[in-house]
């Protein structure tokens, strides 16, 4: 059973252009959230998605960013005109359900650099 | 809204006991846990604590008071390669997202 898996690992875009961090859940998971790290510095919550809908969005920023879990793939986490500040490591983690003590796992993340 | 606070680093010998508080204000519940965080790596699950009381697993162990708004997480035995940071995280009452702390960076030394 393969864990949370995200790509790229790393990922280089020059200001302005965009990013495309995508997500695949463990299988079995319909709980998908996604974190930002900035360096030295502990995870922010953005999102919380399952299958086709956005359930809670109260950490993305109100531009330029957006978050999608198609029925079919893997989430998506896209970045648009991105500027140096989006220089952080974005985590992604899945969940089969919300109650209990069923803790999140997380992907090794995915760094991006804006040049 | 939520506020949890870690202390930002520590050092302990090789061998010996650390204890890593989190102190958290939070306007909803429904459980705490304790991840590990390895340089460049993702984060790993390590306990969770719902009820007053301390859980037990191995060499690490995570305490919990509701009523103060206080964990500790304790490890003993300590080993090189525990060196990393450690998160505290508060889930809320929804139980659909996870407040993180800043993390501790623990540093053992031989």
């Known amino acids: 059973n393969a864990g949370v898996m995200q790509n790229p690992r790393h990922l280089v875009r020059r200001r302005g252009q965009e990013a495309r961090l995508r997500c695949s859940p463990m299988k079995g998971h319909s709980h998908v959230y996604w974190y930002r790290q900035l360096p030295e510095e502990g995870l922010k919550f953005m999102v919380y998605?399952?299958?086709?809908?956005?359930?809670?969005e109260s950490g993305m920023p109100k531009e330029r960013f957006s978050a999608e879990f198609p029925k079919e793939g893997p989430s998506i986490l896209r970045i648009q005109q991105v500027v140096r500040g989006d220089s952080a490591a974005y985590f992604c983690?899945?969940?089969?359900?919300?109650?209990?003590?069923?803790?999140?796992?997380f992907g090794q993340g995915t760094r991006l650099t804006v040049v | 809204g939520q506020n949890i606070d870690q202390p930002t680093e520590m050092t302990a010998t090789e061998g010996a006991i650390v204890q890593i508080n989190c102190t958290y204000q939070t306007s909803g519940f429904n459980g705490l846990f304790w991840y590990q965080q390895h340089a460049g790596e993702a984060p790993t699950f390590l306990s969770y604590n719902v009820l007053d009381g301390l859980e037990e697993k191995g060499r690490f162990s995570s305490f919990l008071s509701r009523s103060k708004g206080y964990s500790y997480l304790l490890l003993k035995e300590l080993q090189m390669k525990d060196s990393a940071s450690y998160l505290c995280?508060?889930?809320?009452?929804?139980?659909?997202?996870?407040?993180f702390g800043g993390g501790t960076r623990l540093m053992v030394k031989p």
């Open positions: 983690a899945s969940s089969p359900g919300v109650v209990g003590n069923t803790e999140a796992f």
């Open positions: 998605l399952q299958k086709e809908n956005i359930i809670d």
């Open positions: 995280a508060v889930r809320n009452n929804a139980g659909n997202m996870l407040t």
